[in-house]
């Protein structure tokens, strides 16, 4: 059994305002086949820009307010709501707080987003 803690892992720092752990994927403590999870710390006044890939992802607020714009639809969301997110579909999650929001995302198949490349390259807003 490989038991692992969130806070043991390695975070990676985004111009955009958050710290991203891969708990599950390329690079982690543990590795699935098919699909990546991972761990938001997404600052107040943060987000994960908007951008789109050909994986379909869900994120789960585990704590935090914020919004949450897929393609033209955007909704305020708060703890406990998870959002479906179909491959190619443009999204932003922003943290309207003034608390950390803590997201946990799941994408398949498995790889690293090309987008946490092009923003660290500030190439994303």
């Not at 050909?54 to 307010?65: M, R, T």
């Not at 803590?102 to 987003?113: D, G, Q, R």
Request: proline share 6%.
């Amino acid at each position: 059994m490989n038991v692992n803690n969130v806070e043991s892992v390695a975070g990676i720092d985004f111009p955009a305002g958050r710290c991203t752990r891969v708990l599950v994927g390329p690079g982690a403590p543990m590795e699935a086949r098919n699909f990546v999870i991972g761990h938001v710390t997404i600052y107040p006044g943060g987000c994960v820009p908007v951008h789109s890939h050909e994986q379909e992802e869900v994120y789960l607020i585990v704590s935090g307010k914020g919004v949450m714009r897929i393609g033209d639809e955007e909704h305020c969301i708060g703890p406990g709501d998870y959002v479906y997110i179909h491959p190619g579909s443009e999204h932003i999650l922003k943290n309207t707080s003034n608390e950390n929001m803590i997201m946990i995302f799941c994408y398949a198949p498995k790889s690293i987003a090309e987008h946490w490349k092009l923003e660290q390259e500030g190439k994303l807003k």
